[in-house]
């Protein structure tokens, strides 16, 4: 099904004539926003396929291109292209240069885009351009009255950032080729152009090694990607304008690899059964040979991926893992290293030195800044956004991470408003950490004292989306990370100036359910997913999964706090209830902005109001029914109850009767808001219990404002 027809913006002329400038009212639906949007009066109606008209370069990369093209539009519109029919769209494409920085950071994505009643007309600086003005055409399609139409625009638009990524584990749950494949087309689609590969880790090594087969034979678990697949992988992402960054973790997060090859271990390597060791294991960086290793799997992992930039992790170095091993201690007392830090930046030098040797530029996490190291290495933060400041102070080109973790099930607002340049963007309260005696939590803590300079924001590459997969299998893939990278695409692509979170969450909605007709998968897999535990009774499940989100801060992991599983369990089976559950409640959204109409005097929203609330109430019936066949979906009552009771708060505002009701008024909300104040921060999640079922109520702030605008 289309979505809504998007609302068109009032007319505007032209806001500025500089590229700088950011356009006063959201382009509708367009995500990211373009640097100017101009809306124009008139509307094309779509039938029949595209008539392109070349002019300047024209090479096999654009005519795949515009292939694409031609099959979204035809998916987007309904409007297959039927032989000897007229064409329903002239466009006209003309790419000034060929670029030869095509697929380096150095890239041209600058295109200017211009659309009417006779058609369509894309400039694009390169090659690139072009890639980015079709994805930005195809947003311009929308639903009318009589079918299908383009809106008329005129954009000129290019990216803030040049490295606008998203980082996918695949050591931890590894993800089919295809399953890759389709996040390239996602990332074409909302303009990210790197794909950040975490390839090996403990839990896994996934690229077949022809120099050390044992890497896929014993330390994939029979999952990998073999040389061939990795080239087609990186000729589908090419094909996209997008790069493929890979990352092989060293030191340490390097079990796996030792598990293949224990002799270049710090520390003995036991059974693969005990995950103390998948977290822990190390180099030996005291080791010749250990270096002789690395230089011949790093070249032939470099062959297989041509980007320039090479991340080879160095992050969570267990320091016992070297200082609890006598002969590594001795060799630090001899050599004059004071600690594990330094011993660490003496292996990265080492290291850069390898990885330099390929014509690639090293890349590392943000422990690298621990001890000096070599300025131009990429360090990509992750603990906090001090350490964006703290490298670029040192010199470092910077990719930031720190504050874009999918993985925490943030709702996507929360990551939107992270600046990659923001060096207070992303942290946890200095205070807090030092009252919650968490050492280990330290690092994460603000530097209220970090600042940038002008120089130091040049540093800064970009930014990336990124997501661990200790809890996602690829059926949770999709989900997990759209439609939330596709708001840190605009927040990574857009000028710095779009930051309306309303605006966002309106255009969300239609951006996604644009991406699910071209060929996303989330609102499918959770379907699935939902269908497998309650065949008989999906509509009651899919009635609470609608308006309920899963705990955040790794809360869902519960690996640390009140109810941690122990270090030794079995990993999860991820089919629970949380496990479908999205970060972000389009409903609940929804419900918020007509609560906030109705409250504001718009009162002929009360009765689409009440249907909703009574339908939210009376569901808790309807589950509880499919039940008793279906145990698996037990741990879902209490949400499910808790869901009916905030409904019922909801109806006694609207029927003025709260004061009939204060005290339950009163503890629902009070339950409901601790339980998100429970996940609100990893510092939270450590002493508070979760709540059962590991859900949240998303429409419990709309019900707080409509029991506060009736008091």
Known sequence: ???????????????????????????????????????????????????????????????????????????????????????????????????????????????????????????????????????????????????????????????????????????????????????????????????????????????????????????????????????????????????????????????????????????????????????????????????????????????????????????????????????????????????????????????????????????????????????????????????????????????????????????????????PLDPLGNGLPPDQVAAAHAPALAPFALDPAASMTTAQDGLVLGAEAALWTEIVSEEMLDARLWPRAAALAERFWSPAAVRDEAALARRLPVVQAELDILGNRAAADRHRMMARLAPDGLAPLATLLAVTTPVRNYALNHVFGPGHVAATSIPPALDRVADIAAPDSFQAAAFARDVAAYVGGQHDLAPSLRTRLENWRDNDTRLRGVVATRPALREALPASGQLAELASVGLYALDGTLAAHQVQVAAVLQTAQAQFNASASMLAVRTSPQPAGDLLQAITPAVAGLVQGHM
């Open 1 to 419: 099904m289309r979505s809504p027809r998007r609302i068109r913006p009032f007319a505007m002329g032209l806001l500025c004539a500089g590229m700088a400038c950011t356009p006063a009212v959201a382009a509708p639906g367009l995500l990211p926003q373009p640097v100017q949007y101009q809306p124009q009066g008139s509307a094309l109606p779509l039938a029949g396929g595209v008539q392109v008209q070349w002019l300047g370069v024209r090479s096999p990369l654009l005519e795949r291109a515009v292939a694409r093209f031609e099959q979204r539009l035809a998916a987007l519109s309904a409007r297959p292209a039927v032989a000897g029919t007229p064409a329903g769209l002239v466009l006209r494409i003309n790419c000034q240069h060929a670029d030869p920085d095509m697929l380096s950071i150095h890239m041209r994505e600058h295109y200017q885009l211009r659309t009417g009643a006779d058609g369509a007309a894309l400039m694009a600086d390169g090659p690139a351009g072009v890639l980015r003005g079709l994805a930005t055409l195809l947003q311009l399609v929308e639903s009318g009255e009589a079918g299908p139409v383009l809106d008329g625009a005129e954009i000129d638009d290019s990216p803030r950032f040049a490295w606008r990524g998203m980082l996918v584990d695949v050591s931890r749950h590894f993800m089919s080729p295809a399953a890759l494949e389709r996040q390239l087309d996602m990332m074409e689609l909302t303009k990210l152009n790197v794909l950040h590969l975490h390839l090996s880790d403990g839990q896994g090594f996934r690229v077949e090694s022809r120099v050390y087969p044992r890497l896929q034979q014993v330390a994939s678990h029979g999952e990998y990607y073999t040389q061939q697949q990795v080239r087609d992988l990186v000729a589908h992402a090419a094909d996209r304008g997008i790069r493929i960054v890979p990352e092989f973790d060293a030191p340490g997060h390097s079990y796996a690899m030792l598990l293949a090859y224990p002799q270049y271990a710090a520390q003995p390597v036991t059974s693969p059964l005990d995950p103390r060791r998948v977290v822990r294991a190390a180099f030996d960086p005291t080791n010749p040979d250990t270096y002789v290793f690395l230089a011949r799997l790093y070249h032939e992992m470099a062959g297989l991926f041509p980007d320039v930039y090479f991340h080879v992790g160095g992050d969570e170095v267990r320091p016992d893992e070297w200082t609890a091993n006598p002969r590594i201690s001795a060799f630090m007392q001899q050599h004059g290293y004071a600690g594990a830090p330094a011993l660490q930046a003496a292996f990265t030098r080492r290291v850069q030195a390898i990885v330099a040797h390929e014509g690639k530029t090293m890349m590392g996490w943000d422990e690298l800044l621990d001890a000096p190291v070599p300025p131009g290495i990429v360090i990509e933060p992750w603990r906090g956004s001090r350490y964006t400041a703290q490298a670029t102070a040192a010199g470092h080109p910077v990719v930031v991470s720190a504050g874009y973790y999918l993985d925490l099930l943030l709702p996507a607002a929360d990551y939107y408003r992270v600046d």
